[in-house]
């Protein structure tokens, strides 16, 4: 007796996935953003507009006044010029840090971590001695006789954008390593074959794959500079105030909250409006990475 074959199957359940499944794990986080951080700054913000008075005459004082709106473009200067060194000096290492051997690569690449982990105060105030008139720099180009006087290294833009270049280096390097290493060098090879020199595939294909990892680096770094206050406070003088310095002046010393929040109002605004431009140009996903 020949027995039919069935060609039913048995349906393997399958989970489903649920989209809001992972979200109970994100909101310790988020309500300790919200708790610290969101909460501080509405009130902030909210101050702005309703102290000494209601109305907008703490924003009519700031960008009214010749001192403020110095301050604001001197904040600006100083991003700006420490953004534009980083780069410069960080794109070679990272360069280094991508084709070096593995040994020379880690190596270096723990020096550049590991200044990431040192104090931020120590490491400004090893700035003032170096930097200082009878710092080891004077007293080193005046023994060499390069100099003949000691040159005014702090107190000025000179310290400020030495100081600071030396704490952002290391936020500028690892977005640009991370960029340089996911391309592969067998496109060089191949604009080698298509007939491009060097300096072609230098314009045209090296620096378009790295222009996503330089914006990274460069929107952080101009970012971070922006709010900088210790190293600018301890390396610069009053003509070099930053914006952030004089939130702290307006908030400690003269206790106007009115004014200084319109004062970081103005500063967040312009920061998640330069955020908003690099998204515009290079998209969420290739900027995070």
Not at 37 to 65: M, T
Not at 92 to 102: D, G, H, K, N
């Amino acid at each position: 007796m020949v027995m039919a074959r069935s060609d039913t199957t048995i349906p393997i359940p399958t989970r489903t996935r649920r989209p809001m499944a992972g979200f109970g794990l994100v909101l310790p986080g988020l309500g300790l953003l919200l708790l610290f951080f969101v909460l501080p700054v509405l009130a902030l913000l909210l101050r702005s507009v309703l102290e000494p008075q209601p109305g907008l005459g703490n924003y009519a004082e700031f960008f009214g006044s010749t001192t403020y709106l110095k301050v604001f473009l001197n904040t600006f200067t100083v991003a700006g010029l420490v953004t534009a060194v980083t780069l410069a000096l960080g794109f070679p290492v990272a360069w280094f840090l991508a084709i070096a051997p593995r040994r020379w690569s880690a190596l270096l690449f723990g020096i550049v971590v590991l200044s990431m982990w040192t104090n931020l105060l120590a490491r400004t105030y090893a700035w003032m001695v170096l930097l200082q008139r009878t710092g080891l720099i004077n007293r080193t180009l005046i023994n060499l006789g390069i100099i003949s006087e000691p040159l005014a290294l702090t107190n000025n833009l000179v310290g400020v954008t030495i100081g600071m270049t030396y704490i952002m280096l290391p936020f500028m390097i690892l977005p640009l390593h991370a960029a340089i290493r996911t391309i592969d060098p067998a496109i060089f090879q191949a604009a080698a074959l298509c007939g491009a020199s060097r300096g072609q595939s230098l314009r045209r294909v090296f620096l378009p794959l790295v222009a996503p990892g330089m914006a990274a680096g460069a929107l952080m770094v101009f970012v971070m500079s922006l709010g900088y206050f210790v190293t600018p406070s301890l390396l610069g003088g009053t003509s070099n105030m930053m914006l952030a310095e004089l939130i702290a002046q307006l908030v400690q010393s003269l206790l106007n909250w009115g004014l200084a929040g319109a004062a970081a109002l103005v500063l967040l605004v312009v920061t998640l409006a330069l955020y908003a431009v690099q998204i515009r140009w290079f998209g969420f996903g290739r900027t995070a990475g």
